[in-house]
């Protein structure tokens, strides 16, 4: 484990979100994979409470508690009712003094925007998909093809459908003024790898650990515009997407390939600046593993790929919250362990001076 604390002695404030304006089956499905992280925590031994968030005044959720008493487990994706607002989430909790799980809010917001994580890639000399940002649609600015195209500031998938997939210019102009128009931002087109994808969860800051990578298998799809991952296929159980892409855990590669692969993903972990926990969704083409996505606030619930690829590295569910929930520990003024030893030396002079 990552310090020495044991659970019992670690009190843990999940804090998650639930918008009020979601579905019915939606707020179902989130509450439903809060309580099992929620339990999941207490089984390993965490005193842990339930923090819902259902609007964006979060000082009055955590009103009730100290900072130096518990850890925020931060499992926000955003403020209810605010757009783009992941970063913001991280802003208050830290404005509010409470040590949190997972990555600051500069990472957060970094990531959020494709295209500059696109640059940040580049600089660090990461392989990435070649890329162009469309403001508009314009004629000659894009050549190869399959290419795909994104919304440039969502998550989650949201805008990947199989008709993001576009083989000629006509396509890419319709798509990319489709994408502005229905989600009033730039569209970021790449270059369509048509390769073998795999997801990659790491954690750790000083030192990481590359968990087993998890293969996304689409060989049940013959056309090129359904080999990938849509947003149908994470949130749509009736899809095709959904039923049909397999989840291949561990994923078959060389050993020489496995090594670059971890290479890469420590390397985007850094580049980006990810703290605790993050999964990188990356693929493999002519021997080149290309960085699609990078995912600081990835999910992790219990059917996710992280905690697939953790229990295959012989971790509980509870077990990897607890991980997480240690490594935000180390940064605690009360929890770390140093500060620990320290304060638990000072209150031992003091009663012996008495």
Known sequence: MPVNIQPQDLPVLL?????PAWPPDDRRRATGATEQLESALADVGHPVTSLPVFDADIASVLSPY????AIVFN???ELPGVLHSEALVAEHIEGLNFVYTGSGPETLAQCADKLGVKHLLREAGIPTPSYHFFESPKRNAWRHFPAIVKPSLEHCSIGITPESVVMTEEELLRRVEYVIDRYDQPALVEDFIDGREFRVSIWGNSQLVVLPPVEMDFSAFEDVRDRLCTYDAKFVPESAHYRKIETILPAALTEAERRRLERV???TYRALGCRDYARMDI???NGIFFVLDVN???DISFDASMAFAAEEAGYSYGAMGSYIARLAARRHAVFA???RRRRTETLAAMTAAE
Do not use: K, Q, T
Request: positive net charge; aromatic residues 4%.
């Open 296 to 298: 600081p606030n990835a």
């Open 283 to 285: 693929r493999l083409r």
């Open 66 to 69: 100290h900072p130096d008493d």
């Open 15 to 19: 804090l998650h979100n639930v918008d």
């Open 75 to 77: 499992w926000c994706e």
């Open 337 to 339: 362990p140093r500060r």
């Open 265 to 267: 993903s420590r390397l």
